[in-house]
């Protein structure tokens, strides 16, 4: 006889952080892996390791994003974005984002970062 199986069904208390972000920028898409701290901008060049998700193939330059433009950070499951003081800014659903503050990021909310907008999909698989 086998054991039932019993599946944990989350309150609304309970939060798990997704596995991967998903970027939608126009028709094309940029998956990473979920890490505690990332930062996202553009690279000058191959060596420039301050970013950890280049954006500089979807224009991010010509579009004013910043080198280091923002932090996403995962704190007891919730993913928060802070706009790194850049020149441009960066808005979450068309409200800007003052600098050094951390605001909640949730499933297909739409970062400006700059002039270039990405909606953020979060991937629990």
Known sequence: MSEPRVQRVLSSDDQVAPKK???RIDSRRLVVQVEPDLIVG????????DVDIDLSRFGAGEQGVSRRHVQLLVEAGDVFV???????GTRLNGKPLRSGQPYRLRDSDELELGR????????WA
Request: glycine fraction near 0%.
């Open 42 to 49: 553009r690279r000058n060049d191959e060596s420039d390791d």
């Open 21 to 23: 972000y998903e970027f």
């Open 116 to 123: 270039l907008r990405l909606t953020v999909r979060f991937l």
């Open 82 to 88: 802070t706009d790194l003081k850049t020149t441009n």
